[in-house]
């Protein structure tokens, strides 16, 4: 028998009571529940809210009520909208950078840039497959989809030029289209772009910047957060380990934006939250992704804040984005 049978919506409702949780309006929480998921609202939220995190059975806090939980339930769900909006931004400013340097630099015929020749193998798994099979594979997959615009782009140019190819591509693909790419030259001429850096002079400058490692843990940890929010996971206090800032750079930190020292840095703060996440869009040219992200993260933090000011120290921990509250 499992130890989390099946309960009706009315049961749920009774064990939050029993466990000291204020429910002002109980139709509408049943409504929340039935349209939202318990798991997702309570489960997902509830933390914050207990009087001990480690133990739902010894009860809510008295300050508690499923309308705060659900209040945070919704305001995370602000938060991801965001940042998908944010990410959708980045990516495809990145995507037209990557196409316009490939076909700069090596070709706008497909079969010229798809040349494994291009491309380093990169990791190699246990089959003997490499990253680069798989992404050539992908670019061949994408080539002869029968959906606009490739195509049109096939059977009336001959052909599928970077810039449409890409279009294809999810995130993780363009990230590997650009991490294999075997010329450095290539590869500086679309971080100089992105991060709006003359290409000739990244060499000279990257020890002092770290301009290089700056994009690419940039790039892991704005996939990282593309895929958690794709799957619909809980944003506010998210971390990595795996996908944080790996380096102290005045790109990042000490800057008109973040202010984060290197002592609190190597201490692990602003490394893979979502103010770490807004610090790597600010860092780039284009400051679409990081105005969206910061106005909407504001707006929504001011008007949470209307409602449940005591909660405003705990989200300014998690998320490590101190939000402008006044008028």
């Given at each position: 028998m499992t130890d989390k049978p099946f309960k009706t919506i009315d049961e749920q409702l009774n064990i939050l009571k029993s466990r000291g949780l204020v429910i002002i309006n109980e139709s509408a929480a049943k409504r929340s529940?039935?349209?939202?998921?318990?798991?997702?609202?309570?489960?997902?939220?509830?933390?914050?809210?207990?009087?001990?995190?480690?133990?739902?059975?010894?009860?809510?806090?008295?300050?508690?009520?499923?309308e705060n939980i659900y209040e945070f339930y919704q305001l995370d769900s602000y938060i991801r909208s965001a940042i998908i909006d944010s990410i959708e931004m980045f990516e495809n400013s990145f995507k037209q950078a990557v196409a316009y340097a490939i076909a700069e630099n090596i070709s706008?015929?497909?079969?010229?840039?798809?040349?494994?020749?291009?491309?380093?193998?990169?990791?190699?798994?246990?089959?003997?497959?490499?990253?680069?099979?798989?992404?050539?594979?992908?670019?061949?997959?994408?080539?002869?989809?029968?959906?606009?615009?490739?195509?049109?782009y096939r059977e009336t140019h001959d052909n599928i030029p970077p810039w449409i190819l890409v279009k294809?591509?999810?995130?993780?693909?363009?990230?590997?289209?650009?991490?294999?790419?075997?010329?450095?030259?290539?590869?500086?001429?679309?971080?100089?772009?992105?991060?709006?850096?003359?290409p000739a002079i990244i060499p000279g400058i990257d020890d002092q910047f770290r301009?290089?490692?700056?994009?690419?843990?940039?790039?892991?940890?704005?996939?990282?957060?593309?895929?958690?929010?794709?799957h619909g996971g809980r944003m506010y206090d998210h971390r990595s380990v795996k996908h944080q800032i790996s380096i102290y750079s005045?790109?990042?930190?000490?800057?008109?934006?973040?202010?984060?020292?290197?002592t609190e840095f190597r201490n692990g703060k602003n490394r893979s939250s979502i103010?770490?996440?807004?610090?790597?869009?600010?860092?780039?040219?284009?400051?679409?992704?990081?105005?969206?992200?910061?106005?909407?993260?504001?707006?929504?933090?001011?008007m949470y804040n209307d409602k449940y000011p005591?909660?405003?120290?705990?989200?300014?921990?998690?998320?490590?984005?101190?939000?402008?509250?006044?008028d």
């Open positions: 529940l039935q349209n939202n998921g318990y798991y997702e609202i309570i489960n997902g939220y509830k933390y914050p809210f207990l009087l001990n995190p480690s133990n739902d059975e010894e009860g809510y806090k008295p300050s508690a009520s499923f706008e015929e497909l079969a010229e840039y798809s040349n494994p020749d291009n491309y380093v193998p990169g990791h190699i798994n246990n089959h003997g497959n490499s990253d680069r099979d798989f992404l050539l594979r992908r670019i061949n997959t994408v080539s002869v989809l029968n959906t606009e615009p490739y195509k049109h294809g591509l999810s995130l993780g693909n363009t990230i590997y289209l650009f991490s294999l790419l075997k010329d450095s030259s290539i590869k500086e001429k679309i971080i100089g772009r992105m991060m709006g850096f003359d301009i290089k490692q700056v994009f690419s843990d940039s790039l892991s940890l704005i996939l990282d957060y593309r895929n958690l929010a794709a005045p790109l990042l930190y000490n800057n008109s934006y973040n202010t984060t020292s290197r103010n770490a996440l807004l610090s790597c869009f600010f860092a780039m040219e284009n400051d679409d992704p990081y105005i969206n992200l910061r106005t909407w993260l504001t707006t929504r933090l001011k005591s909660d405003m120290n705990f989200i300014i921990n998690k998320t490590e984005f101190v939000p402008n509250l006044g």
